[in-house]
């Protein structure tokens, strides 16, 4: 995908600069920043469609499908558990827990209880441990998994937060395609 990238943002400022192109034809390598931007953003968190909870080996673990492939995260090996909200499209609103094993592994599930039942108990189960096991589990993911009381901000500060981060990951790579673009094609357009 990088090279991808890449590749159109050089051709693009190659074709500007032999005159091909208009100066004002970085867009295209702006909109190539914007796909892999969002690409990228769900790759790396290992959004899922539906989510599979089973038990491999007596141990429980959640499987979902992402752009990458099935990816598979033991509940006993997490080492962070996040939860993400955000403004959805047509009014709607985006939650999900956001895994990370402690190989590093990321897969993001939306809202289904039969998967955070499991995560919860995995969470529980850390916290009985002794303190060698770090699980670090956010203030928010443990309200929304029912182990503390949720936050008493509005809930509208989460999904408007999420709303600008999900922004800044989709729209920074398509700015730095940009730049790159006219620095090298010799235009301020």
Request: charged share 20%.
């Amino acid at each position: 995908m990088g090279a991808a990238w890449a590749t159109v943002v050089l051709t693009d400022a190659g074709l500007i600069r032999t005159h091909v192109l208009k100066e004002t034809d970085t867009a295209i390598a702006a909109g190539a920043g914007l796909v892999a931007g969002v690409l990228a953003y769900l790759i790396w968190l290992g959004d899922a469609g539906t989510a599979h909870v089973s038990t491999v080996e007596g141990r429980p673990v959640v499987s979902a499908r992402t752009l990458t492939g099935v990816r598979t995260i033991e509940l006993d090996a997490l080492a962070s558990v996040r939860w993400f909200a955000a403004i959805g499209r047509y009014g709607g609103s985006i939650d999900e827990l956001r895994l990370r094993d402690r190989h590093g592994l990321r897969l993001t599930i939306g809202h289904d209880t039969r998967v955070e039942d499991f995560v919860r108990r995995a969470v529980v189960r850390a916290d009985a441990q002794p303190s060698g096991v770090s699980l670090k589990v956010t203030r928010h993911a443990r309200g929304r998994l029912g182990l503390d009381p949720r936050s008493s901000g509005p809930p509208f500060v989460h999904l408007f937060f999420g709303v600008w981060v999900m922004l800044a990951a989709f729209l920074l790579p398509a700015l730095g395609s940009y730049t790159v673009a006219c620095l090298l094609a010799g235009s301020s357009a």
